[in-house]
């Protein structure tokens, strides 16, 4: 079985700060996971993924997360939150000894940025 | 990346009438396709899982006579919701994956918007 969580429904940040939108995994195999960013009515745009090699991910629009294989999380970042960034954030995992599966969605957390 | 279109993006239709909502791989092969649904502020739900030229494969619960899925060739895989009821407005997200490509990438579709009266 493959899930994510998502510990926070929303992150409030000021605009300029640094943001983390937390995710954590549980995978039986090796994990791939994903993020993706979803505006209103729109489907997902991928920001960034990891399925092996250096653990700092960089993706797009500044975002980079890090895979910690001993704390389960890959937890994404940004070093100055823009305002245009806000909007619902879901992490993704599959399994990686499994091919046929899909990706497993966490519950998306809302990054709201302030100007 | 490959790009997954979907057609209409948005349907308003009455109660007891089936609307059919299409999914396309653009430029590429999709051997398997997936079907998700997300209600209003939560997250994407993974339906069903279609490969070309075989019968779908349904989560536990979803209606597999209500959803009916057809993946007849590799760019097209059709869901049609079959007498539709209100309870059936969602957001439909259509996914779709290579058979080739280093990690199986799965590319999203824009989504299709359904209102059922």
């Known amino acids: 079985a493959q899930s994510v969580a998502q510990p926070e429904d929303q992150v409030n940040v000021a605009e300029g700060n640094p943001l983390t939108v937390k995710c954590t995994y549980s995978?039986?195999?090796?994990?791939?996971l994903f993020w993706y960013v979803q505006y209103p009515n729109r489907g997902l745009q991928f920001l960034l993924k990891?399925?092996?090699?250096?653990?700092l991910v960089k993706g797009s629009y500044g975002f980079e997360a890090e895979f910690n294989k001993s704390q389960t999380s890959f937890h994404l970042k940004k070093p100055s939150a823009l305002v245009s960034d806000s909007a619902l954030y879901f992490c993704?995992?599959?399994?990686?000894?499994?091919?046929?599966?899909?990706?497993?969605f966490g519950s998306g957390t809302r990054l709201q940025v302030q100007p | 990346g490959a790009v997954v279109s979907q057609h209409p993006s948005r349907v308003i239709c009455k109660s007891g009438t089936s609307v059919k909502i299409e999914c396309r791989s653009l430029?590429?092969?999709?051997?398997?396709m997936f079907w998700y649904r997300q209600f209003p502020k939560q997250s994407l739900m993974l339906m069903a899982t279609?490969?070309?030229?075989?019968?779908?494969?349904?989560e536990q619960g979803v209606e597999k006579d209500k959803f009916l899925i057809n993946h007849a060739s590799l760019t097209l895989s059709t869901l049609t919701v079959t007498s539709a009821h209100p309870e059936d407005s969602s957001f439909y997200i259509c996914?779709?994956?290579?058979?080739?490509?280093?990690?199986?990438?799965?590319?999203f579709g824009p989504g299709t918007r359904l209102t059922v009266l």
């Open positions: 996914s779709a994956r290579t058979s080739g490509g280093e990690y199986n990438e799965q590319f």
């Open positions: 995978v039986s195999g090796n994990p791939y």
């Open positions: 990891y399925i092996t090699g250096d653990n």
């Open positions: 993704a995992v599959r399994d990686g000894g499994t091919g046929r599966r899909a990706l497993t």
């Open positions: 430029d590429f092969q999709a051997t398997t």
């Open positions: 279609s490969n070309e030229g075989s019968k779908a494969t349904y």
